[in-house]
């Protein structure tokens, strides 16, 4: 896999400029009530991210308030990243629970 996992309690370590926003990358969201996930595939974390916390477009996201960053993994080019997107869509809950808590124990909202 070309991934790179980022750990959000060192995001500090990154790049806050270019590279850590202009990225390809593959990301998870949940809400902070019954902890409701969601996988989404950007180009540009950091817009994207906004975007849902603005509520700025309508779907899924906005109705269930589900605007925490909860984990996130970057990659060389789009076409790993929506393969990798797929198939997390496709993994059991408790499957992706697992993913967020072994690199995100406190579910950390990053500050991006």
């Known amino acids: 896999m070309t991934g790179r996992n980022c750990l959000f309690y060192n995001l500090e370590k990154y790049d806050i ?19 409701t996930l969601y996988v989404g595939v ?3 974390v950091a817009r994207r991210v906004f975007e849902h916390k603005s509520r ?3 779907g ?10 909860v984990w ?5 080019n789009m076409s790993d990243t929506l393969g990798y997107e797929k ?3 496709n993994w059991k809950r408790a499957w992706k629970t697992d993913l967020i808590e072994k690199e995100n124990p406190y579910r950390n ?3 991006i």
Do not use: H, M
């Not at 899924?60 to 960053?69: C, D, R």
């Open 87 to 89: 198939k997390l869509k």
């Open 109 to 111: 909202d990053p500050e």
């Open 72 to 76: 996130f993994q970057f990659f060389e």
């Open 17 to 35: 400029g270019e590279s850590i926003v202009e990225k390809a990358a593959v990301y998870i969201l949940a809400n902070g009530r019954n902890w």
């Open 60 to 69: 899924f996201t906005k109705k269930y308030g589900v605007q925490n960053l």
């Open 42 to 44: 950007t180009s540009y």
């Open 56 to 58: 700025e477009i309508d």
